[in-house]
Protein backbone atom coordinates (compact mmCIF):
# COMPACT_ATOMS: atom_id res chain seq x y z
CA UNK A 1 0.00 0.00 0.00
CA UNK A 2 1.01 3.49 -1.10
CA UNK A 3 1.57 5.63 2.04
CA UNK A 4 -1.32 8.08 3.16
CA UNK A 5 0.68 11.08 3.90
CA UNK A 6 -0.28 14.03 6.18
CA UNK A 7 -2.48 16.67 4.79
CA UNK A 8 -5.01 13.44 4.23
CA UNK A 9 -8.06 12.71 5.95
CA UNK A 10 -8.09 10.01 7.87
CA UNK A 11 -11.78 8.38 9.22
CA UNK A 12 -12.96 6.81 12.24
CA UNK A 13 -16.37 4.43 12.76
CA UNK A 14 -17.33 5.34 16.44
CA UNK A 15 -16.95 9.18 18.34
CA UNK A 16 -16.17 7.98 21.85
CA UNK A 17 -12.62 8.48 24.20
CA UNK A 18 -11.14 6.50 22.01
CA UNK A 19 -12.16 7.82 18.80
CA UNK A 20 -11.61 10.96 20.02
CA UNK A 21 -7.81 10.34 21.27
CA UNK A 22 -7.35 8.86 17.85
CA UNK A 23 -8.14 12.10 16.23
CA UNK A 24 -5.54 13.98 18.76
CA UNK A 25 -3.14 11.32 17.65
CA UNK A 26 -3.96 11.82 13.52
CA UNK A 27 -4.34 16.04 13.94
CA UNK A 28 -0.66 15.94 15.74
CA UNK A 29 0.53 14.47 13.22
CA UNK A 30 -1.20 17.01 10.58
CA UNK A 31 -4.17 14.54 9.72
CA UNK A 32 -7.90 15.66 8.86
CA UNK A 33 -9.95 13.51 10.48
CA UNK A 34 -13.76 12.63 10.28
CA UNK A 35 -15.45 11.02 12.69
CA UNK A 36 -18.75 8.89 11.91
CA UNK A 37 -21.71 8.40 14.98
CA UNK A 38 -25.18 9.40 15.01
CA UNK A 39 -24.12 11.33 18.79
CA UNK A 40 -23.80 15.31 18.60
CA UNK A 41 -21.91 15.65 21.43
CA UNK A 42 -19.80 12.67 21.13
CA UNK A 43 -16.10 12.92 22.80
CA UNK A 44 -14.53 12.86 19.13
CA UNK A 45 -17.18 14.52 16.91
CA UNK A 46 -16.61 17.33 19.00
CA UNK A 47 -13.03 18.09 18.40
CA UNK A 48 -12.94 16.40 14.51
CA UNK A 49 -12.87 18.33 11.58
CA UNK A 50 -15.91 16.52 9.93
CA UNK A 51 -18.88 14.62 12.09
CA UNK A 52 -20.90 12.53 10.19
CA UNK A 53 -23.85 12.59 12.57
CA UNK A 54 -25.55 9.09 11.03
CA UNK A 55 -25.90 5.46 12.26
CA UNK A 56 -23.87 3.16 11.61
CA UNK A 57 -25.40 1.24 9.38
CA UNK A 58 -26.94 4.49 6.64
CA UNK A 59 -26.12 3.48 3.53
CA UNK A 60 -25.20 7.56 3.04
CA UNK A 61 -23.59 8.33 5.97
CA UNK A 62 -21.09 5.76 5.20
CA UNK A 63 -21.08 7.03 1.77
CA UNK A 64 -20.18 10.58 2.96
CA UNK A 65 -17.09 9.00 5.53
CA UNK A 66 -15.81 6.92 2.33
CA UNK A 67 -15.61 10.35 0.16
CA UNK A 68 -13.81 12.31 3.02
CA UNK A 69 -11.03 10.09 4.37
CA UNK A 70 -8.46 8.29 2.64
CA UNK A 71 -8.48 5.38 5.09
CA UNK A 72 -10.69 4.31 7.44
CA UNK A 73 -10.27 2.85 10.66
CA UNK A 74 -12.85 1.94 13.85
CA UNK A 75 -12.80 2.73 17.71
CA UNK A 76 -15.81 0.08 19.27
CA UNK A 77 -15.64 -3.88 18.15
CA UNK A 78 -19.70 -3.71 17.51
CA UNK A 79 -19.56 -1.36 14.41
CA UNK A 80 -21.17 -3.63 12.04
CA UNK A 81 -18.75 -5.45 10.40
CA UNK A 82 -21.01 -5.60 7.04
CA UNK A 83 -20.44 -1.35 7.40
CA UNK A 84 -16.50 -2.20 7.60
CA UNK A 85 -16.82 -4.23 4.29
CA UNK A 86 -18.86 -1.42 2.68
CA UNK A 87 -16.19 0.90 3.39
CA UNK A 88 -13.50 -1.16 1.89
CA UNK A 89 -14.93 -1.32 -1.13
CA UNK A 90 -13.88 1.94 -1.51
CA UNK A 91 -11.03 2.72 1.03
CA UNK A 92 -8.83 1.06 2.99
CA UNK A 93 -10.09 -0.19 6.35
CA UNK A 94 -7.87 -1.42 9.16
CA UNK A 95 -8.81 -3.60 10.79
CA UNK A 96 -10.66 -5.69 8.18
CA UNK A 97 -14.27 -6.25 8.71
CA UNK A 98 -13.33 -10.31 8.73
CA UNK A 99 -10.43 -9.80 12.09
CA UNK A 100 -13.55 -6.79 13.63
CA UNK A 101 -16.44 -9.50 12.99
CA UNK A 102 -14.11 -12.20 15.07
CA UNK A 103 -13.78 -10.17 18.53
CA UNK A 104 -17.65 -8.96 17.87
CA UNK A 105 -18.41 -12.75 18.76
CA UNK A 106 -17.14 -14.57 21.73
CA UNK A 107 -17.68 -18.28 19.75
CA UNK A 108 -16.01 -17.30 16.84
CA UNK A 109 -13.13 -15.02 19.29
CA UNK A 110 -12.61 -18.20 21.45
CA UNK A 111 -12.54 -20.58 18.00
CA UNK A 112 -9.83 -18.56 16.97
CA UNK A 113 -7.86 -18.40 19.88
CA UNK A 114 -8.12 -22.34 19.81
CA UNK A 115 -7.14 -22.36 16.73
CA UNK A 116 -4.07 -20.16 17.67
CA UNK A 117 -2.98 -22.20 20.50
CA UNK A 118 -0.36 -24.39 18.92
CA UNK A 119 1.26 -21.52 17.39
CA UNK A 120 0.96 -18.95 20.68
CA UNK A 121 1.29 -21.31 23.26
CA UNK A 122 -1.88 -19.83 25.21
CA UNK A 123 -5.08 -21.58 24.98
CA UNK A 124 -8.50 -19.64 26.38
CA UNK A 125 -10.38 -20.66 29.17
CA UNK A 126 -12.62 -24.07 29.07
CA UNK A 127 -15.99 -23.15 27.74
CA UNK A 128 -19.23 -24.07 26.74
CA UNK A 129 -21.13 -22.64 23.50
CA UNK A 130 -24.95 -22.16 24.29
CA UNK A 131 -27.15 -21.65 21.31
CA UNK A 132 -30.07 -23.73 22.18
CA UNK A 133 -31.32 -26.13 25.11
CA UNK A 134 -29.66 -29.04 23.99
CA UNK A 135 -26.29 -27.32 24.30
CA UNK A 136 -27.45 -25.88 27.69
CA UNK A 137 -28.50 -29.26 28.76
CA UNK A 138 -24.85 -30.67 27.21
CA UNK A 139 -22.61 -28.12 29.71
CA UNK A 140 -20.12 -30.50 31.29
CA UNK A 141 -20.76 -29.97 35.50
CA UNK A 142 -17.16 -29.23 35.96
CA UNK A 143 -17.68 -25.62 34.26
CA UNK A 144 -19.12 -24.86 36.99
CA UNK A 145 -19.45 -22.56 39.22
CA UNK A 146 -18.86 -19.85 35.79
CA UNK A 147 -19.48 -16.90 34.38
CA UNK A 148 -22.22 -16.86 31.18
CA UNK A 149 -21.33 -14.46 28.62
CA UNK A 150 -23.53 -13.09 25.76
CA UNK A 151 -21.62 -14.17 22.30
CA UNK A 152 -22.46 -10.31 21.28
CA UNK A 153 -22.49 -6.99 22.86
CA UNK A 154 -21.12 -7.30 26.17
CA UNK A 155 -18.19 -5.08 27.78
CA UNK A 156 -17.62 -3.82 30.99
CA UNK A 157 -18.59 -6.74 32.28
CA UNK A 158 -22.23 -6.11 31.31
CA UNK A 159 -23.97 -9.02 29.35
CA UNK A 160 -22.07 -11.32 32.43
CA UNK A 161 -23.30 -13.91 34.95
CA UNK A 162 -21.53 -15.43 37.65
CA UNK A 163 -23.57 -18.74 38.26
CA UNK A 164 -22.89 -21.62 40.60
CA UNK A 165 -25.52 -24.18 40.04
CA UNK A 166 -26.94 -25.85 36.77
CA UNK A 167 -30.50 -24.17 37.59
CA UNK A 168 -28.65 -20.96 37.77
CA UNK A 169 -27.32 -21.41 34.76
CA UNK A 170 -31.33 -22.04 32.71
CA UNK A 171 -32.16 -19.09 34.81
CA UNK A 172 -28.89 -16.66 33.76
CA UNK A 173 -29.96 -17.60 30.09
CA UNK A 174 -33.28 -17.08 30.50
CA UNK A 175 -32.59 -13.33 31.86
CA UNK A 176 -30.33 -12.84 28.48
CA UNK A 177 -33.17 -14.17 26.51
CA UNK A 178 -31.45 -17.08 25.32
CA UNK A 179 -29.46 -15.28 22.95
CA UNK A 180 -26.21 -17.03 22.16
CA UNK A 181 -23.54 -17.15 25.32
CA UNK A 182 -20.65 -18.87 25.96
CA UNK A 183 -20.14 -20.56 29.41
CA UNK A 184 -16.63 -19.94 30.82
CA UNK A 185 -15.42 -21.94 34.05
CA UNK A 186 -14.77 -19.39 36.73
CA UNK A 187 -11.20 -19.18 37.47
CA UNK A 188 -8.74 -18.66 40.23
CA UNK A 189 -7.24 -15.53 38.94
CA UNK A 190 -3.73 -14.91 40.13
CA UNK A 191 -3.67 -11.51 38.22
CA UNK A 192 -5.01 -10.02 34.61
CA UNK A 193 -2.46 -8.77 31.66
CA UNK A 194 -3.04 -7.52 28.22
CA UNK A 195 -0.54 -6.91 25.36
CA UNK A 196 -1.53 -4.22 22.48
CA UNK A 197 0.62 -4.65 19.21
CA UNK A 198 0.31 -2.78 16.08
CA UNK A 199 0.52 -5.06 12.78
CA UNK A 200 1.22 -3.09 9.42
CA UNK A 201 -0.46 -3.94 5.75
CA UNK A 202 2.90 -5.69 4.97
CA UNK A 203 3.04 -7.28 7.90
CA UNK A 204 5.58 -5.21 9.90
CA UNK A 205 4.64 -5.75 13.84
CA UNK A 206 5.15 -3.73 16.91
CA UNK A 207 4.52 -4.80 20.10
CA UNK A 208 4.16 -2.66 23.54
CA UNK A 209 5.40 -4.57 26.54
CA UNK A 210 2.60 -6.56 28.76
CA UNK A 211 0.56 -4.47 31.47
CA UNK A 212 -1.32 -5.74 34.40
CA UNK A 213 -4.88 -4.96 34.94
CA UNK A 214 -6.97 -4.66 37.97
CA UNK A 215 -10.74 -5.02 37.43
CA UNK A 216 -13.22 -3.86 39.83
CA UNK A 217 -16.96 -5.21 39.29
CA UNK A 218 -15.83 -6.29 36.10
CA UNK A 219 -14.43 -2.67 34.65
CA UNK A 220 -10.71 -2.06 34.31
CA UNK A 221 -9.81 0.42 37.42
CA UNK A 222 -6.01 0.19 37.71
CA UNK A 223 -3.31 -1.17 34.64
CA UNK A 224 0.41 -0.95 36.08
CA UNK A 225 2.73 -0.30 33.56
CA UNK A 226 6.40 -0.69 34.65
CA UNK A 227 9.35 -3.12 34.36
CA UNK A 228 8.65 -5.22 37.12
CA UNK A 229 4.66 -5.59 36.91
CA UNK A 230 4.66 -8.77 36.02
CA UNK A 231 7.45 -11.79 35.78
CA UNK A 232 9.78 -11.17 32.79
CA UNK A 233 9.41 -14.85 31.47
CA UNK A 234 5.57 -14.54 31.67
CA UNK A 235 5.38 -10.84 29.98
CA UNK A 236 7.42 -12.46 27.11
CA UNK A 237 5.07 -15.25 26.65
CA UNK A 238 2.02 -13.01 26.46
CA UNK A 239 3.92 -10.97 24.02
CA UNK A 240 4.99 -13.59 21.98
CA UNK A 241 1.52 -14.88 22.07
CA UNK A 242 -0.35 -11.93 21.04
CA UNK A 243 2.01 -11.22 17.51
CA UNK A 244 0.68 -15.04 16.87
CA UNK A 245 -2.73 -14.17 17.26
CA UNK A 246 -2.56 -11.11 15.34
CA UNK A 247 -0.48 -12.46 12.65
CA UNK A 248 -2.65 -15.78 11.84
CA UNK A 249 -5.95 -13.52 10.73
CA UNK A 250 -3.62 -11.25 9.06
CA UNK A 251 -4.51 -8.48 11.49
CA UNK A 252 -3.51 -4.70 10.47
CA UNK A 253 -3.95 -1.89 12.56
CA UNK A 254 -3.82 -1.76 16.70
CA UNK A 255 -4.85 -4.85 18.41
CA UNK A 256 -4.60 -5.56 22.31
CA UNK A 257 -5.46 -8.90 23.89
CA UNK A 258 -6.60 -9.41 27.46
CA UNK A 259 -4.66 -12.76 29.51
CA UNK A 260 -6.04 -13.89 33.35
CA UNK A 261 -3.30 -15.77 34.94
CA UNK A 262 -3.39 -18.41 36.90
CA UNK A 263 -1.46 -20.42 39.01
CA UNK A 264 -0.47 -23.95 37.11
CA UNK A 265 1.51 -27.13 38.31
CA UNK A 266 4.16 -26.38 36.72
CA UNK A 267 4.27 -22.02 37.83
CA UNK A 268 2.26 -19.35 36.49
CA UNK A 269 0.31 -19.86 33.50
CA UNK A 270 -1.43 -17.73 30.86
CA UNK A 271 -4.66 -18.15 29.90
CA UNK A 272 -6.12 -15.57 26.71
CA UNK A 273 -9.34 -13.62 27.99
CA UNK A 274 -10.62 -11.79 24.77
CA UNK A 275 -9.31 -9.41 22.30
CA UNK A 276 -9.97 -5.88 21.15
CA UNK A 277 -9.53 -4.55 17.51
CA UNK A 278 -8.99 -1.46 18.05
CA UNK A 279 -6.79 1.24 21.21
CA UNK A 280 -7.73 -0.23 24.58
CA UNK A 281 -8.00 1.22 28.10
CA UNK A 282 -5.46 -0.37 28.96
CA UNK A 283 -2.99 1.11 26.82
CA UNK A 284 -3.79 4.82 27.95
CA UNK A 285 -0.50 5.10 29.54
CA UNK A 286 1.27 4.85 26.45
CA UNK A 287 0.49 8.29 25.66
CA UNK A 288 2.39 9.60 28.69
CA UNK A 289 4.93 7.21 29.47
CA UNK A 290 5.64 5.87 25.85
CA UNK A 291 7.64 7.82 22.82
CA UNK A 292 5.23 6.53 20.37
CA UNK A 293 1.32 5.93 21.96
CA UNK A 294 -0.96 3.32 20.95
CA UNK A 295 -3.24 5.90 19.36
CA UNK A 296 -0.09 7.08 17.13
CA UNK A 297 0.31 3.30 16.20
CA UNK A 298 -3.34 3.17 14.75
CA UNK A 299 -2.62 5.93 12.68
CA UNK A 300 0.57 4.85 11.13
CA UNK A 301 -0.92 1.33 10.77
CA UNK A 302 -3.85 2.42 9.07
CA UNK A 303 -2.13 4.80 7.15
CA UNK A 304 0.59 2.61 5.99
CA UNK A 305 3.16 4.17 7.76
CA UNK A 306 6.56 2.38 8.99
CA UNK A 307 5.86 1.25 12.59
CA UNK A 308 8.04 2.61 15.15
CA UNK A 309 9.16 0.40 18.16
CA UNK A 310 7.56 2.32 21.35
CA UNK A 311 9.78 2.97 23.79
CA UNK A 312 8.95 4.01 27.91
CA UNK A 313 10.67 6.80 29.34
CA UNK A 314 8.80 6.69 32.49
CA UNK A 315 7.30 4.16 34.81
CA UNK A 316 3.66 4.70 34.78
CA UNK A 317 -0.26 3.49 36.61
CA UNK A 318 -3.18 4.45 35.31
CA UNK A 319 -6.31 5.32 36.81
CA UNK A 320 -9.80 5.27 35.34
CA UNK A 321 -12.54 7.83 36.50
CA UNK A 322 -15.94 7.04 36.49
CA UNK A 323 -18.86 8.75 37.13
CA UNK A 324 -19.05 7.60 40.25
CA UNK A 325 -16.53 10.30 41.93
CA UNK A 326 -18.88 13.10 39.97
CA UNK A 327 -21.12 12.12 42.90
CA UNK A 328 -21.10 12.71 46.87
CA UNK A 329 -22.53 10.05 49.95
CA UNK A 330 -26.08 11.18 49.45
CA UNK A 331 -26.16 10.96 46.10
CA UNK A 332 -25.49 14.93 45.13
CA UNK A 333 -23.18 15.48 41.93
CA UNK A 334 -20.63 17.36 42.31
CA UNK A 335 -17.56 18.19 40.40
CA UNK A 336 -14.16 16.38 41.61
CA UNK A 337 -11.25 18.70 43.23
CA UNK A 338 -9.35 18.89 39.76
CA UNK A 339 -7.21 22.13 41.34
CA UNK A 340 -5.60 19.47 44.20
CA UNK A 341 -5.84 16.53 42.22
CA UNK A 342 -3.42 18.61 39.72
CA UNK A 343 -1.12 19.84 42.32
CA UNK A 344 0.09 16.09 42.79
CA UNK A 345 3.76 15.49 40.66
CA UNK A 346 3.50 13.35 38.20
CA UNK A 347 0.05 13.28 37.28
CA UNK A 348 -1.79 13.97 33.38
CA UNK A 349 -5.06 14.18 33.38
CA UNK A 350 -7.23 13.22 30.92
CA UNK A 351 -11.32 14.23 30.50
CA UNK A 352 -13.11 12.65 27.29
CA UNK A 353 -15.75 15.53 27.19
CA UNK A 354 -19.06 14.12 28.80
CA UNK A 355 -21.20 15.84 29.60
CA UNK A 356 -23.47 13.73 31.45
CA UNK A 357 -21.88 11.90 34.70
CA UNK A 358 -23.16 8.49 35.17
CA UNK A 359 -22.13 5.57 37.72
CA UNK A 360 -20.14 2.90 35.96
CA UNK A 361 -19.69 5.48 33.06
CA UNK A 362 -15.62 6.24 32.10
CA UNK A 363 -15.11 10.20 32.24
CA UNK A 364 -11.76 10.01 32.12
CA UNK A 365 -8.29 8.81 33.52
CA UNK A 366 -5.36 9.54 35.28
CA UNK A 367 -1.96 8.60 34.04
CA UNK A 368 0.53 8.80 36.68
CA UNK A 369 4.25 9.03 35.35
CA UNK A 370 8.06 9.80 37.15
CA UNK A 371 11.44 9.47 37.77
CA UNK A 372 11.05 5.88 39.57
CA UNK A 373 8.48 3.76 40.42
CA UNK A 374 8.21 4.72 44.21
CA UNK A 375 7.62 8.13 43.15
CA UNK A 376 4.77 7.14 40.91
CA UNK A 377 2.88 4.85 43.32
CA UNK A 378 3.37 7.30 46.23
CA UNK A 379 2.09 9.91 43.79
CA UNK A 380 -0.75 7.64 42.91
CA UNK A 381 -1.71 6.44 46.69
CA UNK A 382 -2.50 10.34 46.92
CA UNK A 383 -5.24 10.59 43.97
CA UNK A 384 -6.63 7.51 44.67
CA UNK A 385 -7.00 8.62 48.53
CA UNK A 386 -8.48 12.26 47.19
CA UNK A 387 -11.02 11.29 44.61
CA UNK A 388 -11.57 7.88 46.15
CA UNK A 389 -10.21 5.30 43.52
CA UNK A 390 -10.82 1.90 43.96
CA UNK A 391 -8.55 -1.28 43.04
CA UNK A 392 -4.70 0.19 43.99
CA UNK A 393 -3.69 -1.94 46.74
P1 LIG B 1 -14.16 -5.47 28.70
O1 LIG B 1 -14.52 -4.23 29.40
O2 LIG B 1 -12.73 -5.85 28.86
O3 LIG B 1 -14.64 -5.55 27.29
P2 LIG B 1 -16.00 -7.60 29.13
O4 LIG B 1 -17.30 -7.13 29.64
O5 LIG B 1 -15.88 -7.91 27.69
O6 LIG B 1 -14.89 -6.60 29.54
P3 LIG B 1 -14.48 -9.87 30.19
O7 LIG B 1 -13.16 -9.31 29.83
O8 LIG B 1 -14.84 -11.17 29.58
O9 LIG B 1 -15.69 -8.88 29.93
O10 LIG B 1 -14.62 -10.00 31.78
C1 LIG B 1 -14.50 -8.86 32.63
C2 LIG B 1 -13.72 -9.25 33.86
O11 LIG B 1 -14.41 -10.29 34.61
C3 LIG B 1 -12.37 -9.88 33.56
O12 LIG B 1 -11.39 -8.88 33.30
C4 LIG B 1 -12.12 -10.66 34.84
O13 LIG B 1 -11.75 -9.81 35.90
C5 LIG B 1 -13.49 -11.22 35.16
N1 LIG B 1 -13.66 -12.54 34.51
C6 LIG B 1 -14.15 -12.77 33.28
N2 LIG B 1 -14.12 -14.08 32.96
C7 LIG B 1 -13.60 -14.72 34.02
C8 LIG B 1 -13.33 -16.12 34.32
N3 LIG B 1 -13.58 -17.10 33.44
N4 LIG B 1 -12.80 -16.41 35.53
C9 LIG B 1 -12.56 -15.42 36.44
N5 LIG B 1 -12.79 -14.11 36.22
C10 LIG B 1 -13.30 -13.74 35.03
MG1 LIG C 1 -12.35 -7.75 29.04
Redesign the pocket.
Known amino acids: MKPILPGATLGVMGGGQLGRMFVHAAQRLGYFTAVLDPDPHSPAGSVSHHHVRTDYTDPQGLARLAELSAAITTEFENVPAPALAQLALSRPVAPGAACVAIAQD?IEEKAHFHACADRSGVDC?P?AVIRNPAELLAVADDLLP??L?TARL???????VRIKTRSELAAAWEAVRQVPCVL??????VA?CSVLVARGHNGQVVSYPPQR?V?VD???AVTHAYAACLPAELAERAEQATRAIAEQIGYVGLLCV?F?VVQGQQGLEL?V??M?PRP??SGHHTIDAFDHSQFDLQVHAMAGLPLPTPRQHSPALMLNLLGDIWFDAQGRERSPDWAQLLAIPGIHLHLYGKTEARHGRKMGHLTITGPELAAVQASARRCADLLGLPGLS
Not at 154 to 160: A, E, R
Not at 184 to 189: A, G, I, N, V
Open positions: RAHGIKGYDGKGQEKMLPLENHGILEFVNEAHN
